[in-house]
């Protein structure tokens, strides 16, 4: 469905009288295939460059070598079949909870009744019902974020992108999302790009997840997550679980640790 | 982008602003409306006689003194009303009247009561720029971070201490902004004093110019006093920067 | 309203009006002087000024000058301000002159317009322009560039095209800022007005109170003067009526910022 084939992509930092101009080589040849409906994560520290590879795939960032094919069509910019929910929810603060949600299809032309029964199924599915004609400024963080995805998801797009979407959010509000998307998920099954920094969502959510280290952007490693489907959160018990644990902690203690004394030196 | 490329763009405008202006005469037809060779010319005529130097030396004088007198008195007003809750409640109807008010109006009055003299037009440009300098001296001193004044309380301040070494220095980027505006305002007071008083300098030369139906003449003037304008907000400009350069580091 | 709020925050503010208000009565009682009238006078006199037609009548022709003056400067600013917020060369092509005649007082074009325009409402509404328009311009393109990028972003992934996104995210997330820009433009285009009728002193309040100054009628200036903060307050509470309605939205702490 997706394949990214020698990504490679690089930050230049302007000098200025007092700085040197610095480059930060973000990306270097990475190389990905993701199946149909198949769930990735993508874990790794700060500066791994994780969610500029979201991006690329989102078409927001362009790559300066290297090219990604979503369902067989190259990536050349952003597009309602890539829809994407944002880590700071990106809702418009003028307009409510329906108006939002249904952002996605008013843009494309469709008919107020259509795109308002389309919406409100969602918003339903959301568990927002009774929310629509309430403002953004009026929702917790976790109901913003609801509204974030009925908005992707009504875009009937083939392939979700998701920021560290719960990154937001006080704990328990990230582990309800958690289990709210895994049961959306398994209703409608879609290709889903995860980047998340929590080693739990990794693991629990994922079919694979995608292991990334800074200096230079690159992949690791990419591990199965054989936790068979449907997921609950009884997996967090398994030994299986706790191994992978382990594992990609190890990976990101060393990746961090290593991050963190260059930024220092 | 180096430095031509970046002014292509407006100076290809300043052309097109030009034939825009031929095109107006063109349209309109009289021999009210300058020709832009015309208005360069009275330009630089005024520039080199010794009358405009003169009347600008006139006109200014109620200017600089105005502007130095509201400044200091100004900023004594506000550092003295700005820890006071009271004070400052009790003081804000009267900027708020001053500020909102049209000066312009109430001239004919103080001239009743003063006369053309400098310190009638002082006394204008006083009104102008003192609320401003008001405003903006106590806010910048209410601005000053409560934690900092605990900090100096900790660390054995007195009220005399606190001053000299928090309060002023905190407060200071408002004040210096406050001082910015009020000049721009003295320059409106003294500019609008000369229009509608026209007794001295600059407003004689105005009326002069109108008197002879000479457009030309005019816009020279106009274009000198635009100068001086921007002329003395750089150099207030360059002054607040010595003045307070650690608020204007750059960002690394 | 707790006592003490009351203590620091609202006595202190009308004693200080009534204090200061009886205080000079009583010295213009002393004074005797025509240029010092007794404020109790003034407000008589005011109530007078607002039922003479003529008087009236010259508000009526004041507030048309303003409103197609306003009304230019707001279409145009807005529209040159997002121009410019959009495309950073049109931006780059007109700051400098924005940046002139925003620093320069705008007073000093008054006798340009009044050489070319001669006796006419046009020197007027032009200078109502040239005071409010630049300040609009610079404004609106601040509120435009200081739109949310996530959002735009947002709007991109969803397939918004560039007149989409202009008008479902662009002008919505200015708006409260622009309507801010307003009030204050609305202030600065009504002092223009006052400064070109009292300059040209044909037509308007600003004409009747220089008659008034040249017979001596002090009252009536201090009057007029008077209505005309008067004036300027209720278009102003009219501009934060229409405002407090297009962007219901905003949430009252940014509102009060």
Known sequence: MISITNANKTFVKPGSRKVEASSVEVLKNVNLEIKENEFITIVGPSGCGKTTLLRAVAGLTKLDSGEIKAAGDLVTGPSPDRAMVFQSFALMPWANVMRNVAFGLEIRGVGKDERETIARELILAVGLKGFENSLPGELSGGMKQRVGLARALAVNPKILLMDEPFGGLDEQTK??????????????????????????????????????????????????????RPRTRDAERTSTYI????????????AQIQENAAKGA | MNKTKRYLPSLGFFVFLLLAWQVFRKLFDSILIPSTFGMVRAFFQLLVKGSTWNAFWIS??????????????GIAVGLLIGRRAWLERAVDPWLDFMLVVPMAMIMPALIMAMGFSLSSRVVIVCLFTFPVIVINTQA??????????????????????????I??????????????????????????SELLLSSVGIGILFQTFQGNFDPEMTFGLVALLVCESLLLLKIMNVVERRAIPWFYIERV | MNSSKFRTNTLPYLASIVGVGIVLEIIAGIVNKVYFPKISRVIVR????????????????????????????????VSIGVLCGRRESVERMIRPYVNIMLTSPSILLLPIYFAVFGISRWAIIVLIIDYSIF????????????????IVEMSKVFGASERQQLRSIYLPSAAPVVFGALRIALGRAIKGMINGELFIAVIGIGARSQEFARRFDMEGVFAL?????????????????????????????????
């Not at chain 1, 191994?243 to 060393?254: F, P, Y």
């Not at chain 2, 220095?169 to 721009?184: D, N, T």
């Not at chain 3, 009526?60 to 003056?69: D, E, P, T």
């Not at chain 3, 903060?229 to 905003?250: E, T």
Request: charge should be positive; glycine fraction near 8%; proline fraction near 2%.
């Open chain 1, 175 to 228: 582990r309800l999302m958690q289990e709210e998307l895994l049961r959306l998920w398994e209703s409608q099954k879609k290709t889903v790009i995860f980047v998340t920094h929590s080693l739990d969502e990794a693991i629990l959510l994922a079919d694979r997840c995608v292991l990334m280290a800074a200096r230079p952007g690159h992949i690791t490693e990419v591990l199965d997550i054989p936790l068979g």
């Open chain 1, 243 to 254: 191994d992978l644990k382990e594992k990609i902690w190890d990976h990101l203690r060393t």
């Open chain 2, 60 to 73: 200014n004088q109620s200017l600089v003194l105005g502007f130095v007198i509201s400044g200091v008195v």
């Open chain 2, 140 to 165: 910048g001193l209410k601005q000053v971070s409560s934690e900092l004044v605990d900090m100096a309380h900790v660390f054995g301040a007195n009220e005399y201490k606190l001053w000299v070494k």
């Open chain 2, 167 to 192: 309060l002023i220095k905190g407060a200071a980027p408002l004040v210096w902004s406050g001082l910015r505006s009020g000049l721009g305002r003295a320059i409106s007071g003294m500019v609008l």
């Open chain 3, 46 to 77: 005011l109530a007078s000024l607002l039922s003479d037609g003529e008087v009236l009548s010259d508000f009526g022709r004041s507030l048309q000058n303003l409103f197609v003056g306003f009304l230019i400067s707001v279409v145009l600013g």
């Open chain 3, 135 to 150: 300040f609009l311009i610079v404004s609106t393109t601040t509120a435009i560039r200081g739109v949310n990028k996530e």
């Open chain 3, 225 to 257: 003067a008077i209505l005309v903060v008067g004036v300027a307050l209720i278009l102003g509470f009219i501009l934060n009526m229409i405002d407090g309605r297009v962007n219901k939205w905003v949430p009252s702490i940014r509102r009060n910022a």
